[in-house]
């Protein structure tokens, strides 16, 4: 990723120079980004744009980002995201049958005492949804999709502005797009600030 960075690097520093020598009268779009993206900028312009820059490219390894990509990566992030959760909660499965027994959870608190044995409570009670006792392999797997309901929630808040670049409105958003959509709104904050 690094490398990929590194060399992209003169294609950022050409689009940043021709941005800077032209006019930009594409704003309408920009001033709609989301406040805490809008103090970021104000905070540090150039620290922003290489931040998302990187973002960018490791969402779309072309430098093109279009809601399509979007998807893809959210697609996949979910499914790491599964994966995790799901093993996380094999951790209390001390027999690899897939289920966590009655008899488990009692083994298991005798073994912990604490936070651990906290954890292991809050576990049960989370995961355990028919209230049986136990918890299957299903009840994981119901586990895993709700928390990985609530990560591409946030995968949304994270990337999904990023479309907002898009000045040209041709469904893509490359670099110099970026670029010149954050100094569309480092110059509003110039000539609106007395
Ligand atoms: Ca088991
Ligand atoms: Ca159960
Ligand atoms: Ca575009």
Known sequence: MILRVLAIFPMLLAAISTARAE????????RKLPPR???MIAQNPDRYIENT????????PDGVLTEEVLEKRKRLEAAQNRSRRFSQ????DLNGDLKISNEEFEELGGL????ELGQLEIFR?????????????DEMM???????????ERFHQRYGYLMLFDLNDDGKVTAEEIVRGTEVLDDDRETLTP
């Open 23 to 30: 006019p930009m009268p594409q704003g309408e779009v920009v």
């Open 37 to 39: 993206t809008v103090q």
């Open 53 to 60: 820059i990187r973002q960018l490219y490791q969402l779309a």
């Open 89 to 92: 909660s094999l951790r209390y």
């Open 112 to 115: 912990f005492s604490g936070s």
């Open 125 to 137: 009670r989370t995961l355990d949804t028919n209230r049986d006792g136990d918890v299957s392999s």
């Open 142 to 152: 119901a586990d895993a999709r709700d928390d990985t309901d609530r990560q591409a």
